[in-house]
């Protein structure tokens, strides 16, 4: 079947968050997506399958995220460019197959659209799986996190995580949240070629011709090892990797930091909000500065502490209690920048709430 | 929303409006959280509250007695149900909805919307919906709305409509818009006025 391209050029368009992880999943040149249905990401899964049979791509609905995590593993081991979406509950579940994929560096990609927790809790929104997606599982992280903020992100980072997983052969997660996932805005959807963005080839990662040892290196996948010092070693070299990787793909977004009194630290959607709290209090002479990692992992810790410099004091705001505030802390340590934070577990953070917690400050 | 409290104001329409929240496909942009909002301004609103809701259809959504029988109430009646082939299944669990020779039903159609984006994808779209009585075109890209692409949607609207041999009843568009686009929308349909309550609507 000739292939038809799920979007020509580029154009602007208006739909849900979860729509548009679909489109760009499509537009990546994804071959399958695994999944099972859970709040608040549904309608990536509903929306995939309506458009699957038009762009010759597949779906399996497995029994519950466990077997669609490990089918997603599955199809990527098999060379289809593979992804799955969760969420909440589903992404506890999904820590089992992801440690797997940290372990034999298989290049998943899934979409996470956060919820409340923990547990069942609300099926609405929260920043509340920013632990588990960062460092979930039994393994040492070596993930790619990547938070988004707005629709356009969504798209971006989507068909950005696709190329990063299969270069880089780590696991790979888009991080957004139930608010992202259903609102509606607008965007401009774009095919990656008619940017200049070459899509990096999936291949098999088992069954591959030749005899290894003879035709070809061994492909040594393997998650399970006889001996601590064996171990030891592979995952040292992991981090190595991964070290070697963190300047190439890391990502942030700054302003107005240089001469800040007050630095706002935010990530994901309720960086939108701070957005519009900095430029406020900007406006009146205030001088606050903004910056937002978009890579959680791995976190831009040079970019943030230089911003730092000079800086009086830190405003941390998330919608969870102390998710992200342990990622920062934990990057800066040493430095003896008070911080102020404004903790709303489960609880979108407006930019006028921002404002007034900001004013107290100064 | 709008449609209901333009006919408040209306002296040929029969009273009491009624708006009822039939969207269980995405129950996130629902007239629920402005119910009380509605009914001050003198709609009779069926919808349940927020807080009587379990777990925003993630276990699939409950339908009340009132909206199961909302079209044996008097007066006039403006439902609104979701988008998609699953959004107009939703009228096969109203009671008489197959029978009633006024139920008129309205396709609304965004160009905006990838899935409604070209004339062919909207054709396909309105053909696998069922019984559409009327068709309105809602073009638009939200905050990066231009008069352009509205009347282009009108444009493609208007087409399908042709083909499918369905009325246009009506352009819709924001409020802002009314300066520039008058009464119609430049292929002879009356343009609907339309004040964004969903900014509001936060759950």
Sequence with gaps: ?362 | MNRALDLLHRSDVQKPITLVDLDTVEPVYTLRPLRKELTVLGLDVVAWETSETMGLGEAGSVIRPDMRWVLKRPGSIVLDIGYGVKGSKTLNIIEGAGEDPELMILLVLNLGRPLTGTYEDMLEYARELGPVHGLINNSHLGEDTSLSFIQEGALVVSKVGKVLHIPVVATAAEERFRGELGLSDGLGHPVRYLKRFMPHAFW
């Design chain 1, 1 to 362: 079947m000739a292939e038809i391209k799920p979007i020509v050029g580029e154009k602007r368009a208006f739909m849900t968050g979860n729509e548009v992880c679909t489109w760009a999943a499509l537009a990546a040149q994804a071959d399958i997506m695994y999944g099972y249905p859970i709040t608040p990401q549904n309608e990536v899964m509903h929306y995939w399958t309506r458009l699957a049979p038009k762009y010759d791509k597949k779906f399996l609905q497995t029994e519950d995220e466990l077997s669609a995590g490990f089918t997603t593993l599955g199809g990527v081991l098999s060379g289809a460019k593979a992804f799955t979406a969760t969420g909440g509950p589903g992404n506890v579940l999904m820590q089992e197959p992801i440690s797997m994929a940290e372990a034999m560096r298989i290049p998943t990609v899934m979409v996470i659209q956060q919820r409340g927790g923990p547990s069942t809790a609300t099926v609405i929104y929260s920043q509340q799986e920013v632990n588990l997606t960062t460092f979930g599982g039994n393994g040492e992280g070596h993930r790619i996190v990547y938070s988004t903020a707005t629709h356009q992100d969504l798209f971006d980072y989507t068909i950005k995580a696709f190329n990063v997983a299969w270069k880089y052969r780590f696991p790979t997660f888009v991080l957004g949240d139930g608010y992202q996932a259903k609102m509606r805005e607008s965007l401009t959807i774009y095919d990656p070629e008619s940017r200049g963005i070459k899509m990096t080839s999936s291949e098999p990662l088992i069954g591959q011709p030749g005899m290894p040892g003879v035709d070809r290196d061994p492909s040594l996948l393997r998650n399970t090892y006889n001996t601590e010092e064996e171990l030891y070693v592979v995952i040292k070299q992991f981090q190595k990797d991964y070290d070697e990787m963190t300047p190439q793909i890391i990502e942030h977004e700054e302003f107005d930091c240089e001469d800040a009194d007050v630095i706002v630290l935010t990530h994901g959607v309720v960086s939108r909000s701070a957005k519009m709290a900095v430029r406020e209090l900007r406006a009146e002479g205030l001088k606050v500065g903004y910056f937002r990692p978009i890579t959680l992992r791995p976190f831009p810790t040079v970019a943030l502490k230089k911003a730092l410099n000079g800086t009086k004091r830190i405003f941390l705001a998330e919608s969870a209690e102390g998710q992200f505030y342990r990622l920062v802390t934990q990057s800066i340590y040493g430095q003896t920048v008070p911080i102020d934070t404004l903790f709303k577990p489960g609880v979108g953070i407006t930019s006028e709430e921002m404002v007034e917690k900001l004013r107290t400050i100064f």
